[in-house]
């Protein structure tokens, strides 16, 4: 019960913390609106329906710019602020453990992903009976959690909440334009093929051309090993940054 509560109490300060920041409040919204903008002025045919180019280039760029701008920034920006008001220090006084700190952090952002994530698919226009939705589930919750634990790293790193945009917005240009130029270039195709946001490309044009898509045992791999690696690269960084106590 009292790990609960801390977990609670981190998850709360969170919370207030994204709560009053007006450009993360709006981020989201401005990701589905841009969706429905490229839709409204790019991709319509006498049918009303998006040819499949624009359909994969817009849910790539709605999805990839959603769990990329969350996590980096949005979780970057939210540790780098209580680094700033000396709160993580108040945390680490009351005994709050890495993993409570941890889960507490990502809790809001990674639900908050998620959610926009099957928005995006709506406001896109795509046919449901072209989206496998467990695939789609296990992608976007796995693509989520990766972005928030690197935007916890990010604000580990950072000293101030505008040294954390610094550092995020080159790691957001290069998750999200890899993968959207993958189809250019061999060479880019393979690297995309390693990240994560790559793995969310390849599932999102299949989508898009209305081939099915199953989850790979790379796809897995990818997802899964770039999750336990950037969570233990937190935890580690947590320890020495001094905010574990012993």
Not at 98 to 122: C, D, E, K, R
Not at 176 to 199: E, H, K, Q
Request: glycine fraction near 8%.
């Amino acid at each position: 019960m009292e790990n609960m509560n801390k977990l609670a109490a981190v998850a709360r300060i969170k919370w207030l913390c994204v709560s009053r920041n007006t450009a993360v409040m709006i981020g989201p919204f401005m990701v589905l609106g841009m969706v429905w903008g490229c839709k409204i002025l790019y991709g319509l045919r006498t049918d009303g329906k998006l040819v499949p180019m624009m359909m994969a280039v817009l849910l790539n760029l709605g999805i990839t710019m959603n769990i990329c701008t969350n996590g980096f920034l949005t979780v970057g920006t939210a540790i780098a602020e209580e680094k700033e008001k000396h709160t993580l220090r108040v945390l680490m006084t009351s005994s709050i453990t890495g993993m409570q700190y941890f889960i507490g952090s990502i809790l809001y952002p990674f639900v908050l992903t998620v959610v926009i994530n099957f928005a995006i698919l709506w406001v896109s226009g795509i046919s449901m009976e072209q989206v496998s939705i467990p695939a789609y589930f296990l992608v976007s919750i796995a693509a989520s959690l990766i972005s928030c634990v690197i935007g916890m790293i990010v604000g580990i790193c950072a000293d101030t909440q505008m040294n954390a945009n610094l550092i995020g917005y080159p790691l957001l240009i290069v998750f999200m334009m890899i993968p959207m130029f993958g189809n250019m270039s061999d060479g880019l195709r393979r690297i995309s093929g390693f990240l994560f946001t790559g793995v969310v490309t390849k599932m999102t044009d299949c989508f898009a051309n209305g081939v099915k898509y199953t989850v790979e045992p790379l796809d897995i791999a990818v997802l899964f090993g770039e999750l336990i690696i950037s969570a233990l690269v937190f935890l580690v960084m947590y320890r020495r940054n001094g905010y574990e106590k012993d």
